[in-house]
T-cell receptor, first 114, second 112 residues
């Protein structure tokens, strides 16, 4: 089954404790992206990757890091999480590296930073 | 000015009627346009995508794109209660080099 898998689905943690949210897709997609969703603000792109070793900032990259060492994986790293990063996070992928194809979304990760 | 704007709603439409959702964007060079539906607590799912000016129809859904006026709309015919959700407009801008911008979404409610 074609899917985007995020882990964990839920996480409560404390300020400053490094965490990683994993994202994996099995569709051989070139484009992968991370979003955060906050009430009233819609989906805001954090980082995106057009292919292996090619990443770029979205609208809200501060406080986040990403890497794309393999085509299927695109982890999101919070080196020193803060309460303002409490949000619902989605990973997505699409076929073409230019982002002009529809995206498939993971089920989301709800992060709470205390 | 926001790069992608949508009326937040809620938009209330009687069952069986046509629901019309609108989205405007600021990047004149934008190339691809998407409509996603998101139920509460769930991830977005693709409804329609459109690249060229004009209409694109898929079942009860029609996407309309007018690049000169910089708007894209979604029409839902014969609205059903199951269409009640938040609809997100997304744009891939030319000047933003593969960055994808979402609107804040329009909440649609279909009343029986």
């Amino acid at each position: 089954e074609a899917q985007v898998t995020q882990n964990p689905r839920y996480l409560i943690t404390v300020t400053g404790k490094k965490l990683t949210v994993t994202c994996s897709q099995n569709m051989n997609h070139e484009y992968m992206s991370w979003y955060r969703q906050d009430p009233g603000l819609g989906l805001r792109q954090i980082y995106y990757s057009m292919n292996v070793e090619v990443t770029d900032k979205g609208d809200v990259p501060e406080g986040y890091k990403v890497s794309r060492k393999e085509k299927r994986n695109f982890p999101l790293i919070l080196e020193s999480p803060s309460p303002n990063q409490t949000s619902l996070y989605f990973c997505a992928s699409s076929l073409a590296g230019d982002g002009n194809q529809p995206q498939h979304f993971g089920d989301g990760t709800r992060l709470s930073i205390l | 000015q926001k790069e992608v704007e949508q009326n937040s709603g809620p938009l209330s439409v009687p069952e069986g009627a046509i629901a019309s959702l609108n989205c405007t964007y600021s990047d004149r060079g934008s190339q691809s346009f998407f409509w996603y539906r998101q139920y509460s607590g769930k991830s977005p799912e693709l409804i329609m995508f459109i690249y060229s000016n004009g209409d694109k129809e898929d079942g009860r859904f029609t996407a309309q794109l007018n690049k000169a006026s910089q708007y894209v709309s979604l029409l839902i015919r014969d609205s059903q209660p199951s269409d009640s959700a938040t609809y997100l407009c997304a744009v891939n801008g030319w000047s933003s080099a593969s960055k994808i911008i979402f609107g804040s979404g329009t909440r649609l409610s279909i009343r029986p």
